[in-house]
């Protein structure tokens, strides 16, 4: 049986300017990464209910953080990591 990521809600409210606000956190991006199994940005994108690239963008805000690692497998193709995921 394949386990399969829940979507995360997305708040679609508005900050004073009218653009959308941040709703997402990081650490809720990183709960998708239980274990040291590498995952693609498309599989993150969709359990998150998000565009690719806005999923792209929040694996490279993690990565920036140290929190998850990237390496690329072909020419466009990358996948991410958890190299020390939390125990239990």
């Known amino acids: 049986m394949q386990s399969r990521c ?3 809600p997305v708040s ?3 900050d004073e300017s009218g653009r959308y606000q941040e709703s997402m956190p990081l650490d809720a991006v ?3 990464f239980p274990d ?3 995952r693609t940005t498309s599989e993150i994108a ?3 209910d998000v565009a690719q690239k806005t ?3 929040k694996l490279e805000a ?3 953080r140290g929190d998850i690692r ?3 497998i072909g020419k466009l193709a990358v996948v991410w990591w958890r190299p020390n995921p939390p125990e239990g």
């Open 62 to 64: 993690l990565k920036d």
């Open 12 to 14: 679609q409210e508005r």
């Open 46 to 48: 969709e359990a998150l």
């Open 55 to 57: 999923a792209y963008n």
């Open 6 to 8: 829940v979507p995360l």
């Open 30 to 32: 990183l709960e998708l």
């Open 70 to 72: 990237k390496k690329s």
């Open 36 to 38: 040291t199994e590498p």
